[in-house]
């Protein structure tokens, strides 16, 4: 509890560190730094290869970095600390950036919503950044599935087939499509939405990425699918889904026997803060706010098998599984 104006000044002093902190990062990303600093790289070499950004903005960006560890020092150099690595090319390095720039921006819409914006419930955001850095920041679940396999059966071996079909609920941009379809090259996507203006994002992806011959879009709710027996594989983002139980029920069908449905569900675990942060966004998003036993009510009771959550770090949305 704040008991006074100083510690109430000192925690929003600490905040706007964060955020400052999360957009060091973002640049750090977004402007192609991170390609030169797999090896060790002096400021002015950066400041020569980085032209949108002056060589005092890359020293004290690069000074923020350090300061969180992101980056680490080597005489006058400065090179990626060894976990950063990996986010220095795709498809974790769009999902990080994606997922720093979708968090500040729609952060700064919800303050001009608050501040007398016309009222709205659920996902409404019509500007492209957003929308794409929203997509973008999904193409960390492939990744994440791969190490999951083990957790489910034969899905690897199923996934890696001719004929294997995986369906995208809420397909937004078409981001995760584009990163699973890279991810599993035998894999063939459906997704789904009801948003025109991500469905249209989502075409010039699919285009730009040469995918239209494995990737269909389709304007339509979960809940309305047709399909029998004709996926492998189903994400549904319960955060943007106020009513999960009849999209389950349809997914079961839509199924083929032997698949897997992956419920993202918002964060579980971690401190307090973290979880109210979670339940705030998926009210704005229009999401149901399930905790991960709610979830696992709602699959076992639309029929599926082998319903359980998935080990998964604090920091990561809750995955809750179930077989048909």
Partial sequence: ???????????????????????????????????????????????ARCPALSRGQIDRLLGVAEAVGVVVAEGSSRRLAPGALPFAQPPMRPALAGDLRTSLMQALAFLDRARGG???????????????????????????????????????ARLERSGASFLDVGV???????????????????????????????????????????????????????DEAAFDLAWVPTFFIRAAAPVARRILSALRPGGWVLFGAGASGGEARRRAVWSLIEELWGGAALACADAEVILREAGFQSVRTLPCPDWAPSLVVGRR
């Fill in 118 to 156: 016309s009222r709205s419930e659920g996902w409404t955001h019509v500007d492209e950044a957003i929308l794409q850095s929203q997509g973008d920041a999904s193409m960390a679940l492939p990744g994440m599935l791969k190490n999951l396999l083990p957790e489910l059966d034969d899905l690897g």
């Fill in 172 to 226: 937004g941009v078409g981001a995760l499509a584009i990163a699973m379809c890279r991810a599993f090259p035998a894999i063939r996507v459906v997704g789904v939405d009801t948003f025109d203006p991500s469905l249209a994002l989502a075409r010039k992806n699919i285009a730009l990425a040469e995918l239209e011959a494995r990737v269909e879009l389709r304007k339509t709710a979960a809940e309305d699918l047709a």
């Fill in 1 to 47: 509890m704040i008991s006074s104006p100083q510690e109430l000044r000192a925690m929003t002093s600490e905040l706007s560190v964060s955020v400052w902190t999360a957009s060091a990062l973002g640049a750090l990303f977004e402007s192609g730094l991170v390609e030169h600093l797999r090896e060790p790289c002096a400021v002015d070499d950066l400041a």
